[in-house]
């Protein structure tokens, strides 16, 4: 059974920073593309960034310079490091694998003074 498991969110201050994990189990992990996808209260899902099974990232221009995406194969799991954050950054964050074949349930990322 496939599962990807976010933790890490949280209550931030602006200009603050979060670091998000995504737990993965029940396929080969190092093999593929993941991403973290968000939704903003009242908006739809945003794509955010995206790692390849070989490490090459991508970001939206949102979060260019502020976000970075890791991966470690030998523990399973994703992160994604949040720096520099701003109130438009508040959402519920998902990691999913990149084909969106399958999503985690989400944590969620307050940014609030």
């Known amino acids: 059974e496939v599962r990807l498991a976010e933790s890490g969110g949280g209550l931030v201050q602006p200009g603050g920073s979060l670091r998000l994990s995504c737990a993965a189990s029940?396929?080969?992990?190092?093999?593929?593309?993941m991403k973290w996808v968000r939704q903003a209260p009242g908006k739809g899902r945003e794509w955010v960034s995206e790692?390849?099974?070989?490490?090459?990232?991508y970001y939206s221009d949102s979060v260019k310079g502020r976000f970075t995406i890791s991966r470690d194969n030998s523990k399973n799991t994703l992160y994604l490091q949040l720096t520099s954050l701003k109130t438009e950054d508040t959402g519920m964050y998902y990691c999913?694998?990149?084909?969106?074949?399958?999503w985690g349930q989400g944590t969620q990322v307050t940014v609030s003074s």
């Open positions: 029940g396929f080969t992990f190092s093999n593929v593309g």
């Open positions: 790692i390849s099974g070989g490490g090459t990232t």
């Open positions: 999913a694998k990149a084909d969106s074949t399958y």
